[in-house]
């Protein structure tokens, strides 16, 4: 089941780990010339799966088949050119200038000019499977994850990607007591041994954390050279991670389970999403309002630093991948492409 299936029906069923794998249709069986991506001119319609907010407040989408868009203000897209049709999954930005996008086909794309033009650095269609985050630390090092523990890096912006063994240490603790919500887990879940990694982040000079399937979760304080497999509060999939201030981090994923972390994933609480959608994305505002977004139009705000949330639903009720900050409130893609949310509806007016 691809990701586009999964937002249209409002709900996952048997997911885990569908939407780890994204928008899996359509991809390449040899590695010929990817086409490049057509010019749609509702492609600010179309699903879009990552959004990110330059530190200089220009917006940049990506989404299904090659779409790229960028905005100054959240409201007028342009669609850019890509040279590859590859749906895209997830993009990350050092600055203003310098960002990578990653996608199906396991096609990375860079560009040097904010998203205005892009080139293809890396496409291996015949591996079959998706890339589904990506990180930089710097506008020289980062790292792109997905499917079946697949980790490649790089530290020259990106003009070259290098495979790594995803090798976790094991955990040093015995994992927290959980329940296994059988709903939310594939007959096979036990047996993984090579998880789909679905989110990668963290803060400057902080730990980095990925989330992945049947519940995976590891840390790495060295930018990725080595993983700590954490214990997990739950055997679901994660497909998301907000790092917080400190050592605080929020994780969430299927059928609206979030947890929060004040020591660095050490230890977790579970916190009360008031929903048993799906939770896929979240962004921290200049203020320090946490906002969650998933399925069924869920959008989760906390204004007390990620401690307690509120319920927003949006009326139609479609799907929602990923959010970021945007002019006097948030821009939130999905389903339906790139909607805007006032301050105001984020503050319950």
Known sequence: MTLARVLRRGGVGRLAPALLLACL???ATAAEPPEP??????????????????????LVAVGERGHVLTSTDGTTWTQRPVP?????????FADDRHGWAVGNDEVIVRTDDGGATWSLVHYAPEKQQPLLDVWFGDARHGLAVGAFSSVYATDDGGASWRALEFAPKP???????????????RDDDEGITQPHLNAIA?????PLYLAGEAG????????????????????????G??????????????????????????????LESHTEALLAG???LAGGTVVIVGLAGTVLVSTDGGEHFTLHQEADRKGLAAVAPGAGGVVIVGESGVRRLAQSALDGR
Not at 84 to 92: E, H, M
Not at 171 to 185: C, I
Not at 219 to 239: I, V
Not at 244 to 269: C, I, N, P, Q, T
Request: glycine share 12%; net charge positive; aromatic share 8%.
């Open 25 to 27: 249709a359509g991809i």
């Open 37 to 58: 991506a057509i010019i749609a001119p509702l492609a600010a319609r179309s699903l879009l799966l990552g959004v990110k907010a330059l530190p200089g407040g220009a």
């Open 84 to 92: 590859a049709r590859s749906g895209l999954t997830a993009l990350a």
């Open 171 to 185: 955990r040093v603790a015995p994992p927290v007591a959980k329940k296994p919500d059988a709903r939310a887990m």
């Open 202 to 206: 963290g803060r400057a000079a902080g």
């Open 216 to 239: 995976h979760l590891y840390r790495s304080r060295d930018a990725g050279a080595s993983w700590q497999e954490l214990a997990s509060p739950y055997e679901g999939s994660f497909f």
């Open 241 to 270: 991670i907000v790092p917080l201030a400190g050592d605080a981090v929020l994780v969430f994923g299927l059928r609206g389970h979030l947890f929060r972390s004040d020591d660095a994933g050490e230890h977790w609480r579970a």
């Open 282 to 284: 979240g962004t921290v």
